[in-house]
């Protein structure tokens, strides 16, 4: 595949939606082996940016680079190095939890069985493989969603609440994850509202609040203190 990239950046992105500005003027960059965490409140833009650095959503205004070209320079061969995990999980309920993954696999090419054995041990379903994902608990349907945007091996990650339904253990699974996928050289960008998971894993902090960037720094102790008082609540 061609089109890789080991850096993605927001030039100067504006996204209107008539009179409502959801994102003014955000410029962000990350580079591979980053853990980008976007933090604030709901309305703040977190999903809207997820949205167009998956190419779901066009900028109004601005651009989207990929190894400092545009998407619209390089074709849909992009998308096979992107990975996203919305909060639509994109699962059929009637397949399995093999199924499931052996669909998307083939999506990406990937005919190799070991790889849909490797993302259900990495999910923790290796014994619920056979069943239907219907009867899956939010937070195993989370999971294995997971691993279906990390078939493929992408260079950039999206994850939209990824901890949402996850118990404690889940979110230690999914947080190492994470943390190997990035030292393996993957971009992961995640927006969360939980703040003392952000603090634990990401690397840089990115602050929305009301569609404009207002911080971005290296994470630090303190975070929710320092949430606190560029964003209130928290």
């Known amino acids: 595949m061609t089109a890789d990239f080991d850096q993605v950046a927001l ?55 990929y190894g400092r070209r545009p998407a619209s320079a390089q ?12 909060h639509e999980l994109h ?8 199924q499931n993954l052996t669909f998307f696999a083939r999506l990406y090419g990937i005919t190799d069985g070991a790889a849909v054995d490797a993302a259900l041990f990495a999910a923790g379903l290796s014994e619920r493989a056979a069943d239907d994902v219907s009867g899956f608990s939010r937070g195993m349907r989370q999971r294995l969603a997971l691993e279906r945007a990390l078939l493929h091996d992408p260079r950039l990650v999206l994850l939209d609440e990824p901890f949402t339904g996850l118990d404690d253990r889940a979110v230690g699974i999914v947080t190492d994850r994470l943390k190997r996928i990035a030292s393996e050289g993957a971009i992961v960008i995640l927006a969360t509202h939980d703040l003392d998971l952000a603090e634990g894993l990401v690397t840089r902090v990115v602050l929305l609040r009301d569609g404009r960037l207002i911080a971005d720094e290296a994470a630090a102790a303190g975070l929710r203190t320092r949430y606190r008082a560029l964003v209130g609540g928290g």
């Open 11 to 65: 030039v100067d992105v504006s996204r209107h939606y008539g009179r409502r500005r959801a994102i003014s003027r955000a410029t962000l960059s990350a580079r591979r082996g980053e853990i980008v965490g976007l933090l604030g409140p709901n309305g703040a833009g977190k999903s809207t940016l997820i949205g167009m650095l998956a190419t779901l959503i066009s900028p109004s205004s601005g651009e989207v680079q």
């Open 75 to 86: 074709g849909a061969a992009l998308r096979y190095h992107i990975g996203l995990l919305a």
């Open 91 to 98: 699962l059929y309920p009637e397949l399995s939890a093999r």
